[in-house]
């Protein structure tokens, strides 16, 4: 009975992901029991700006100027997309699989959000957003929730979420750079 009570309470991870919690980075408030993040990084001003900055986040462009190595199934985030994003050389390289849960394309609003699958060394999913604001200027929002996954994230322990600070920090910059040439 017990367990028939539990399996009731507790929400059921969708076929594939590594987390119940599905689609939250588009809600508010994140789930409970991850580590958040949410980092806001001003990239401009103007509708050319942000055209720009959300093409980048969209084609996988910031991504990989970013620095890392990204093999997606399609061109364009768009939901149900299978996406590897992966950082490191050879032996190190650590591949980390995703899968677009959902994206927006609007008049205020470019960007979208994975979630990880097995395999993935965090449980979680990251939201990439691109907004033009009433004033004109261009933000881009990096918004996350997750755990550890693997025995080497859960060994880094609090090391973990400052990497991903100083990576929504880093995709900032470098969303800057591009949406401002």
């Excluded at 996406?83 to 980390?96: D, F, H, M, Q, T």
């Excluded at 907004?131 to 550890?148: H, I, K, L, N």
Aim: glycine share 10%.
């Amino acid at each position: 009975m017990t367990r028939l009570i539990r399996s009731l309470s507790t929400p059921a991870t969708p076929p594939g992901f590594t987390y119940p919690d599905v689609g939250a980075t588009r809600t508010r408030p994140l789930p409970a029991g991850y580590n958040h993040l949410r980092h806001e990084n001003p990239v401009g001003h103007g509708r050319a700006v942000f055209e720009t900055a959300g093409a980048a986040v969209t084609t996988w462009a910031l991504h990989r100027r970013s620095g890392v190595r990204v093999r997606a199934g399609a061109a364009r985030a768009e939901p149900g997309t299978a996406v590897e994003i992966s950082l490191g050389a050879g032996p190190l390289r650590v591949a980390a699989p995703c899968e677009v849960v959902w994206a927006v394309h609007d008049e205020d609003r470019i960007g979208f959000a994975y979630g990880t699958l097995a395999g993935h060394p965090e449980c979680g999913e990251e939201s990439f957003v691109v907004e033009r604001r009433a004033d004109g200027s261009v933000w881009f929002t990096v918004t996350a929730f997750s755990r550890p996954s693997r025995w080497y994230t859960r060994v880094a322990g609090p090391l973990v979420p400052v990497f991903q600070r100083a990576y929504a920090r880093h995709l900032g910059r470098t969303l800057a750079k591009i949406a401002t040439r």
